[in-house]
C-alpha cells in the first residue's frame, strides 16, 4: 500500500454537498438519488458535520411509515457522526469504514466541512495505471 504518498485533499470528493437541518427531506432524495450518492452530510450555518442524511435513514423511516414528505432532515439524520480531519491517514479512514462499515466520511478542516472521502475515491486512486507494475510476458 502507498499509505506514505497518500493525499486526502487530491483524492477526496470535493466541493461537499451538504444539507441543513431543515432541509426538506424530499430534497435531500433528490439531491442524493441523481447525484449518485448514497448519503449526505447535514451542516449547520457556519459549515460544521451535525448528521448525515444516508440511503439507511430513508429506508429506517420508511419502514415505521413515516411520511417522508413531511420530515426534515433533522428528523431522519443519523447525529454526531463519524468525519476525519483532512490530515488523517489512510489507515485511520480504512480501519473506519471497514469497522464501521461506512461507505463515505466527511473530511473537515477546522472542524469545516471540506470534502468526502468514499470507498469509490480510494479505490479508483490505487486503481489508476501508475499504480500496477506491468509485467512482460515471459518468451
Request: net charge negative.
Amino acid at each position: 500500500m502507498k499509505n506514505a504518498h497518500f493525499d486526502l485533499g487530491k483524492i477526496m470528493t470535493r466541493p461537499a454537498i451538504s444539507a441543513r437541518k431543515d432541509a426538506p427531506v424530499k430534497e435531500i432524495a433528490f439531491e442524493i438519488f441523481y447525484g449518485f450518492f448514497s448519503g449526505m452530510p447535514v451542516t449547520d450555518g457556519d459549515g460544521r458535520v451535525i448528521g448525515v442524511v444516508t440511503e439507511i435513514d430513508f429506508l429506517k423511516h420508511i419502514r415505521e411509515g413515516k411520511d417522508l414528505e413531511k420530515l426534515r432532515a433533522d428528523d431522519i439524520m443519523t447525529k454526531d457522526p463519524v468525519t476525519v480531519d483532512i490530515t488523517a491517514s489512510l489507515d485511520d479512514i480504512l480501519n473506519i469504514m471497514l469497522e464501521k462499515n461506512i461507505i463515505r466520511i466527511p473530511v473537515t478542516e477546522g472542524g469545516l466541512l471540506v470534502g468526502i472521502i468514499s470507498r469509490r475515491d480510494i479505490l479508483r486512486y490505487y486503481f489508476q495505471p501508475e499504480h500496477f507494475r506491468y509485467f512482460q510476458p515471459i518468451q
